[in-house]
């Protein structure tokens, strides 16, 4: 097993960490990979993510939907299954952590990163639907298979020709492989800590009940997924934004210099908690531009196997349904997100912890004379006097949390009893003067993650309703996305092995997500991020390629106006439910 992650941690770094060296930070190839992808397809097409944002709302509201048209669902539920699996643990772990190393000026970066993810999501939506693959039409809707399939696969193969199909189904296994970890396992794993490390409840409890939900949504297809998501996902993010809405109201006074902060932070950055972000105007915003890519997922392939099986016969009408995605989920609930941490404080403030040596959250960290902290390899030892480090020299290793050094350190949980002793980072224990050894050391630390977020909703919510809602939330971001994520895995299935394989790939789904309720996920967590950075190689490489037929398609589309016929189409039906209505 060691091993195993000894090679997964490498093959990680190598794919997700490498990049180009700039000025004191380097900026990684997926980075350069995505962002240049989302500039050149927004100039391709002329900025229309801004121009068009209104059309995409208004084709949301249904009032051009034809259900006479092919596909599985309406717009609407073709968005908010994608946004099921888009809003996730990402929207409330991912902005703290963005915030933790860039400060607060990581989330500008982030609104940037979600305007020209609009381009992107726009361009494979409109490519997936155009190239998507109608098994019937419409024969069956309620059919469990689906009745129809769309995604990167589709088009790469359909689009760039039958010599590029190694490269699709490349992509295919790519994808169904990590929904198996990235979309479902993980997810469960989220769950039951949270569930036990707030009520106490096992982990086998909480990764059976919700296993057991997935099976019956999933198990259904793609119009039962449709009809959950259209009512979870607008339920989840109502309540999310809803308590942040009211944290920021009580803040009112303080918003306006909240957003001066974030972007003066954005431009000349002075306040990352781990040092990382000070005066480091590039490494403000890698960590921005990293997490608002991998919050909206615009260019790694998933959300378009969702917008595929969208009832409509116009790809565009779709696509700009798309642009809807990044705009809710980065431009709204990230921003809600941020503005918690930054205007409650919490983001650079420390609280009481217990530092266990053996936690996934330790690390060792050197101070640089400006102030800057780096990560190091662990040390033989460190020795403690008195709650403080015998070598405080710039350079010297000390302990960290989160990656940002602490001090003093205590030997109790009330921090009366200052520790004086050796750490020994190989050992994972402290061992002070007197012999005792410790497992765990105390000192006042910063959070990150969805710890940090919950920090906010309880520092700006009265008692612990602030608590439950980050926790509700982190129940409901989780099991949607394990839901979204298995259709997105099925369609690869569908289109590697046929359709028999589907319900076998079900199953399989539904045990990985009880199985990782249970065990430990440090190797699923990096395995998942690791496909994740291939799979988006061969997407983006099949948009640039393709974004001449993206074009021509956009301009078809807004020169013909085919949503006033629909427009009328859903006239005519209302007029026929009104009359019914009156006959009955």
């Keep these: 097993m060691e091993l195993l992650e000894s090679i997964v941690n490498a093959a990680s770094r190598y794919i997700s960490d490498i990049g180009i060296p700039f000025g004191e930070a380097e900026i990684p190839y997926m980075v350069i990979a995505l962002l240049g992808t989302g500039i050149f397809l927004t100039l391709r097409l002329g900025f229309l993510q801004l121009r068009k944002l209104g059309h995409g709302f208004a084709v949301t509201s249904g009032v051009y939907d034809d259900p006479a048209e092919p596909g599985d669902v309406s717009h609407f539920q073709a968005l908010t299954t994608a946004l099921s699996a888009t809003v996730g643990i990402g929207n409330i772990a991912g902005v703290a952590i963005a915030i933790h190393w860039g400060g607060p000026g990581a989330l500008f970066w982030m609104w940037m990163t979600a305007l020209l993810g609009m381009a992107t999501k726009y361009s494979e939506v409109t490519l997936a639907q155009h190239y998507r693959q109608v098994e019937k039409v419409d024969l069956d809707p309620h059919k469990w298979e689906g009745s129809v399939s769309g995604g990167p696969m589709y088009y790469i193969e359909r689009g760039l020709g039958h010599s590029w199909k190694p490269l699709a189904v490349f992509f295919a296994l790519m994808l169904g492989t990590t929904a198996?970890?990235?979309?479902?396992?993980?997810?469960?794993?989220?769950?039951?800590?949270?569930?036990?490390?707030?009520?106490?409840?096992?982990?086998?409890?909480?990764?059976?009940?919700?296993?057991?939900?997935?099976?019956?949504?999933?198990?259904?297809?793609?119009?039962?997924?449709?009809?959950?998501?259209?009512?979870?996902?607008?339920?989840?993010?109502?309540?999310?934004?809803?308590?942040?809405?009211?944290?920021?109201?009580?803040?009112?006074?303080?918003?306006?210099?909240?957003?001066?902060?974030?972007?003066?932070?954005?431009?000349?950055?002075?306040?990352?908690?781990a040092g990382t972000g000070v005066g480091v105007f590039l490494l403000t915003m890698v960590w921005g531009v990293k997490r608002g890519l991998f919050s909206n997922e615009a260019g790694q392939g998933s959300a378009p196997i969702a917008h595929a099986?969208?009832?409509?016969?116009?790809?565009?009408?779709?696509?700009?349904?798309?642009?809807?995605?990044?705009?809710?989920?980065?431009?709204?609930?990230?921003?809600?997100?941020?503005?918690?941490?930054?205007?409650?404080?919490?983001?650079?403030?420390?609280?009481?912890?217990?530092?266990?040596?053996?936690?996934?959250?330790?690390?060792?960290?050197?101070?640089?004379?400006?102030?800057?902290?780096?990560?190091?390899?662990?040390?033989?030892?460190?020795?403690?006097?008195?709650?403080?480090?015998?070598?405080?020299?710039?350079?010297?290793?000390?302990?960290?949390?989160?990656?940002?050094?602490?001090?003093?350190?205590?030997?109790?949980?009330?921090?009366?009893?200052?520790?004086?002793?050796?750490?020994?980072?190989?050992r994972q224990t402290a061992v002070a003067d007197d012999g005792t050894t410790y497992q765990a050391l105390y000192a006042d630390a910063v959070e990150s993650g969805a710890p940090l977020t919950m920090l906010g909703f309880q520092a700006g919510l009265p008692g612990d309703l602030g608590r439950y809602i980050v926790v509700f939330s982190v129940l409901l971001f989780a099991i949607s996305t394990a839901i979204s994520w298995s259709y997105y895995g099925d369609r690869c299935a569908n289109y590697l092995f046929g359709a028999k394989w589907i319900m076998p790939y079900k199953v399989v789904f539904v045990l990985m997500h009880f199985g990782g309720a249970v065990v430990s996920l440090a190797v699923a967590w990096t395995l998942g991020d690791l496909f994740l950075g291939i799979v988006i190689i061969p997407n983006l490489l099949a948009l640039i390629l393709l974004s001449p037929k993206v074009v021509e398609l956009t301009k078809s589309y807004f020169e013909r106006k085919p949503w006033i016929e629909n427009r009328e189409v859903q006239r005519r039906l209302r007029e026929e439910r009104r009359l019914r209505r009156k006959a009955n």
């Design 309 to 426: 099986a969208a009832k409509t016969d116009e790809p565009v009408s779709e696509g700009v349904v798309a642009l809807v995605e990044p705009f809710i989920d980065t431009i709204v609930i990230c921003t809600m997100t941020g503005l918690v941490i930054i205007l409650t404080g919490v983001w650079d403030n420390r609280v009481k912890t217990e530092i266990t040596l053996s936690g996934g959250d330790i690390s060792w960290v050197e101070l640089e004379a400006n102030g800057n902290q780096n990560g190091i390899q662990a040390p033989l030892e460190i020795r403690i006097a008195d709650g403080h480090y015998v070598d405080s020299a710039p350079g010297a290793p000390r302990l960290g949390w989160h990656e940002v050094a602490v001090e003093p350190l205590y030997s109790d949980p009330e921090q009366t009893a200052l520790f004086t002793g050796v750490v020994y980072p190989d």
């Design 180 to 273: 198996f970890l990235t979309g479902n396992a993980i997810q469960a794993n989220t769950v039951a800590d949270t569930m036990n490390t707030t009520f106490g409840i096992p982990v086998w409890v909480s990764g059976l009940v919700t296993s057991t939900v997935v099976a019956l949504v999933i198990i259904g297809g793609i119009t039962r997924i449709g009809r959950v998501t259209s009512i979870l996902a607008p339920l989840m993010a109502t309540i999310y934004v809803i308590g942040a809405l009211i944290i920021i109201g009580l803040s009112y006074d303080r918003l306006i210099p909240t957003f001066g902060l974030i972007v003066r932070e954005a431009f000349n950055p002075t306040a990352g908690v």
